[in-house]
């Protein structure tokens, strides 16, 4: 998904979170309690934290404060998952959620490329097969938000994600590398789907060897 996207789903998300707040009405009487309509407040609760979680992940501070600021429906939750939702607004059009992902990526595909070629050597090629894909798809994904290309597409009112051969064409079309590097990336992603899918006969070791060796010298030089 695009920065635009985000933070226009971000300031959608404010707005619904001012419009659960309209809804406040108090108790009165000696123990006066201002809360929210409950069904409202519960739907954007719902909303936010799906956009969240698929933003930054559930282990982000982020994350378990408006888990755990919005937990009732008393207006000062409703004005507590507002301010954080505004925080985050401000953070994705300042450039950081993406400055930040692109270093820990970095370091964390290494891991994971590394950890592929040990199990290549240890005789599992299918493992390693299916790690090395996951780690191109997910380049692929941050090279998107790079070149301004939709990671996801509208489908019956909702948003789901594109294929990874999807992304890889709309990004060969964005200029974003090579039509020849548009074919090697297809037959890496070939390579992965027979190996997620059982069809271990269809590839060989010396086939994984090399899709590894491409796959980290691609990142490398087309880097996110």
């Known amino acids: 998904m695009l920065t635009e996207e985000l933070h226009k789903r971000a300031q959608q998300l404010i ?7 309209a809804t406040a009405y108090s108790t009165g009487g000696q123990y006066n309690v201002n809360y929210v309509q409950d069904a409202p407040m519960t739907g954007f ?8 979680d698929r933003t930054y992940g ?13 937990l009732r429906h008393y207006k000062s939750d409703a004005e507590a998952g507002v301010a954080i939702l505004e925080a985050i607004a401000d953070e994705i059009a300042g450039g950081w959620l993406l400055s930040i992902k692109s270093l820990v990526s970095a370091e964390v595909f290494a891991d994971f490329l590394e950890m592929a070629e040990h199990l290549l050597e240890s005789g599992y090629k299918d493992p390693a097969a299916v790690m090395c894909g ?6 692929l994904r941050q090279l998107c ?16 994600p594109r294929k990874a051969d999807r992304l890889n064409a ?7 590398y090579t039509k020849l590097d548009q074919k090697l990336i297809t037959a ?4 992965r789907n027979n190996a997620a899918h059982g069809k271990y006969e269809l590839y060989s070791a010396e086939q ?5 060796a491409g796959v980290t010298e691609f990142m490398a030089r087309v880097r996110s």
């Open 134 to 139: 996951s780690v191109l798809e997910e380049h």
């Open 170 to 176: 709309e990004l060969a079309k964005a200029d974003a």
């Open 145 to 160: 938000q790079k070149h301004s290309v939709s990671t996801e597409e509208e489908k019956e009112g909702k948003f789901i």
């Open 15 to 21: 707005a619904t979170g001012k419009a659960v707040l």
């Open 45 to 52: 609760r719902t909303a936010a934290l799906s956009f969240i």
């Open 58 to 70: 559930r282990e982000h501070p982020h994350y378990e404060q408006f888990h755990k600021s919005t």
């Open 188 to 191: 890496w992603l070939d390579l």
């Open 208 to 212: 994984v060897a090399q899709m590894l």
